[in-house]
């Protein structure tokens, strides 16, 4: 298996009416499935994510980004299996989208905008969170705060998307520690596909990545769609 893990991430600084210019790169098959996408929003996060994984792996394997061929199993994306052995896992906040790139099918990414903060946080912390990350939030300043939610978040949903679980019943438990990458506690059932997770900050968002692959490569791009 290979140790490498390409971590992308792009900047959707388009404006809303762009969008349709946007989507008219992308091969039939995209256009046809972002019908579901109704928001502007919503609907420019899609377009800007299936360009950034399309250039990503045109970036790697060099054939034409309209070539690759996306399939989704249980409303999940995968990439053809007959194309490559590279797995994917997307993500977006605001204007940005990152992706993911190992070979595993066990891998999840997302990121998360910092620069406004949620007035609830707190509250989600305390619904959604294991009860000693909610205490370990609860010590800090209130400055140094929401940084740490973010970051459990981010790595909390990483895992959940990579053991391919849904969000609402499995936060909780899925338990870290200030200045531990990897989880200390997580439902057995995973016990046969263990994580390891990296992180990243940037001044407008915070990234998490979780991969089933020991002592991974990291390898992080900045991209410009």
């Known amino acids: 298996m290979s140790q490498q893990v390409y971590i992308y991430t792009a900047r959707a600084d388009w404006s809303i009416a762009e969008t349709a210019f946007q989507l008219a790169q992308l091969p039939l098959s995209d256009q046809r499935y972002s019908q579901r996408y109704t928001h502007p929003l919503r609907l420019r996060s899609f377009v800007a994510s299936r360009l950034l994984l399309r250039q990503a792996l045109t970036d790697l394997e060099g054939k034409s980004s309209s070539e690759w061929l996306f ?62 990350e909610y205490q370990q939030l609860l010590m800090l300043s209130e400055s140094a705060r929401f940084p740490l939610f973010l970051d459990f978040w981010t790595r909390k949903e990483a895992c959940v998307k990579a053991w391919h679980r849904g969000l609402a019943h499995h ?14 506690s997580f439902p057995s059932e995973f016990a046969e596909h263990p994580l390891t997770l ?21 390898i992080f791009r900045e991209w410009f769609l």
């Open 171 to 184: 936060l909780a438990s899925i338990s870290f520690q200030q200045g531990t990458f990897n989880p200390v």
């Open 71 to 132: 399939d989704y199993p249980h409303q999940r994306l995968q990439l053809n299996r007959q194309q490559t052995d590279w797995q994917t896992s997307l993500s977006h906040s605001e204007e940005w989208v990152a992706c993911v790139l190992a070979k595993t099918d066990y891998c999840g990414i997302d990121i998360e905008s910092n620069i406004v903060i949620n007035p609830r946080y707190l509250a989600i912390a305390r619904r959604f969170f294991h009860d000693d």
């Open 198 to 218: 990296n992180t990243r900050q940037h001044r407008e968002w915070q990234l998490a990545c979780a991969v089933n692959i020991p002592h991974p490569e990291w």
